[in-house]
């Protein structure tokens, strides 16, 4: 009987460094994030999660170190891949301000997500195939928001824009989805839809998600790993459960109000220094 292979690492990030004039954005950065991993990375403004992400999708060259998804790599030691267009068609990648162009029908900005499989004349001229335009169109009944295809995206909810941008990854059959504070311009009850389907996109299609958040609460909800980014550094990487507002107040400072918000003050969530959050949300 033949042993099995190990599966390797969807990301996998060695000793990465980054320095723009105004400060050290990453410092020594070392990371590994499994396949089919849920995992939430916080932090207050400035501490690296938008940075850190746009690295691993190799839209930034590094300083010093390495990344490799899918065990490829994407850069290492200051150059990105030369085949990195080819690796990009497995990852997606989420904005925070929904990344779609607004003139455009909302099927139109899916179909974007082809762009990186397709020969570069049909991207160039945004020409389909009837049966590239009916995934399209599966992917946003898959995200519930079909009926609004034919729109304009300017005319769509923050909350549907970004559906609309979670059927683009769904399009393009990325392995790996990079979500860069998704939820940030969202109304709570919007935030909870995108972050369920992120997690049904992790449970149902085995895709690996990696999502930036300001609000620990969400991080404690929907992953069960959570990695804390604070001036570049990673300062915690272990389980969401654990994170406390005495464990972030040690590790933020006054930044820990940025990451908990109206929860530090609300009596009703006041937590017990020995308790986790977990069992508070799933109340």
């Known amino acids: 009987m033949m042993n099995s292979q190990p599966t390797p690492p969807a990301i996998e990030i060695r000793r990465l460094g980054k320095t723009f004039p105004s400060c050290k954005a990453l410092d020594d950065v070392n990371l590994t994030v499994a396949t089919g991993e849920m995992v939430a990375l916080i932090g207050a403004s400035g501490s690296g999660k938008s940075t850190l992400l746009r690295h691993i999708a190799g839209f930034v060259a590094a300083d010093a170190g390495e990344i490799a998804v899918l065990d490829r790599v994407v850069q290492q030691d200051g ?5 990195i267009r080819a690796l990009r068609a497995q990852i997606g990648f989420v904005f925070q301000q929904f990344n ?6 909302v099927v139109t900005n899916v179909l974007v997500g082809l762009l990186y499989r397709v020969p570069v004349w049909r991207s160039l ?6 049966s590239e335009r009916q995934r399209a169109l599966e992917a946003l ?3 519930g928001i079909e009926k609004f295809a034919w729109q304009r ?25 990079l979500a860069d504070e998704p939820i940030a311009s969202l109304d709570p009850e919007s935030a909870r839809n995108v972050m369920e389907l992120l997690a049904q996109m992790n449970r149902e ?3 690996t998600v990696v999502v930036s958040l300001h609000q620990v609460e969400f991080a404690i909800k929907y992953c069960r790993r959570t990695v804390a980014l604070h001036r570049g550094r990673v300062v915690y990487d272990g389980p969401s459960a654990a994170l406390t507002p005495q464990l972030l107040g040690e590790l933020y400072g ?5 990451l908990f918000g109206m929860m530090l003050d609300s009596p009703a969530l006041k937590i017990p220094a020995d308790k986790g959050m977990a069992p508070l949300l799933a109340a």
């Open 125 to 130: 001229l945004m020409r389909f195939t009837v």
């Open 205 to 207: 299609r085995g895709c």
């Open 141 to 143: 009944a898959a995200v």
């Open 153 to 177: 995206a300017a005319t769509l909810s923050g909350g549907q824009q970004q559906r609309a941008a979670l059927a683009r990854c769904l399009v393009q059959e990325a392995k790996v989805i």
């Open 254 to 258: 006054a930044d820990a109000e940025e």
């Open 79 to 83: 150059s990105i891949a030369p085949d």
């Open 100 to 105: 779609l162009v607004n003139r455009l029908p």
